[in-house]
């Protein structure tokens, strides 16, 4: 795959972009007011919420469920909103979010 990446292409991106893929969506269910649901969300996404949850002393379910409560419901699904929600956690934490 890393003959694919073009040369121009940053050396820590290009080590991402040369990882083997993250494998497929992984499914977990999750409790949000009472009920049960599932959310399907790609393994490094698993991975930054446990590792968000840690840094910020809170649950994995704490976090689903502050984003479910404050999601736009015609703004997409629950695991659309958790993919944006790491996304913008990283970038506060990098200092790029505007």
């Known amino acids: 795959m890393s003959e ?7 050396s820590g991106v290009a080590a991402l972009l040369a990882e083997a893929p ?3 969506v992984v499914k977990r269910s999750v409790t949000i ?6 959310v399907s969300l790609e393994a490094p996404f698993w991975d930054a919420l ?3 949850a840690r840094s910020e002393r809170t ?6 469920t502050a984003v ?3 999601r ?6 629950l ?10 956690w990283t970038q506060s934490k990098a200092g790029t979010l505007e």
């Open 4 to 10: 694919r990446i073009p040369p121009h292409v940053d």
């Open 68 to 70: 479910d409560s404050r």
């Open 59 to 64: 649950t994995v379910t704490a976090l689903v």
């Open 79 to 88: 695991s659309s909103a958790l993919r944006v929600f790491c996304l913008r």
């Open 22 to 24: 993250a494998g497929g």
């Open 33 to 38: 007011a009472g009920h049960r649901t599932s």
């Open 72 to 77: 736009d419901q015609m703004a997409g699904n």
């Open 50 to 52: 446990q590792a968000i």
